[in-house]
């Protein structure tokens, strides 16, 4: 059964940084950060193929955020720069072990069969 271990959340004040990781018990097709709020959906914000080919950073995060996929340890690190409070959130690791869709073209999470615990990221005015 794959598993997903996340680490980096935290708090942290608006301008600075975290860095989230994400291990995968096992090879694993595309892995991807959402991230939730109370009340609303989750939704995607980066996005990687197995070899790091075909990424994805949402608009609401391009310019700050970067995403990185080390396939070797099966690996998917967030590094986040200049935080802002409304980037506050449970951040969750996800990913897929079927390739009938690309990477490119999964950014709902019915997309995706495995999910990690979650990590809170609280950035502060």
């Given at each position: 059964?794959?598993q997903?271990v996340e680490?980096?959340?935290g ?17 694993t ?7 939730q ?10 996005g ?7 990424t994805f ?6 310019g700050?955020?970067?995403v990185a996929?080390d396939?070797?340890k099966?690996m ?6 200049n ?9 969750y ?13 999964r ?19």
């Amino acid at each position: 059964q794959m598993q997903l271990v996340e680490s980096g959340g935290g708090s942290v004040q608006a301008g600075g940084s975290l860095r989230l990781s994400c291990a995968a018990s096992q090879n694993t097709y595309c892995m991807a950060w959402f991230r939730q709020t109370p009340g609303n959906e989750r939704e995607e914000i980066a996005g990687s193929s197995r070899r790091g080919d075909v990424t994805f950073l949402a608009d609401s995060v391009k310019g700050r955020f970067t995403v990185a996929r080390d396939s070797a340890k099966h690996m998917l690190t967030l590094q986040m720069n200049n935080l802002k409070p409304e980037d506050t959130a449970i951040y969750y690791c996800a990913t897929t072990t079927s390739p009938t869709l690309s990477c490119a073209y999964r950014r709902e999470p019915t997309d995706f069969m495995y999910w990690g615990q979650g990590t809170q990221v609280t950035v502060s005015a």
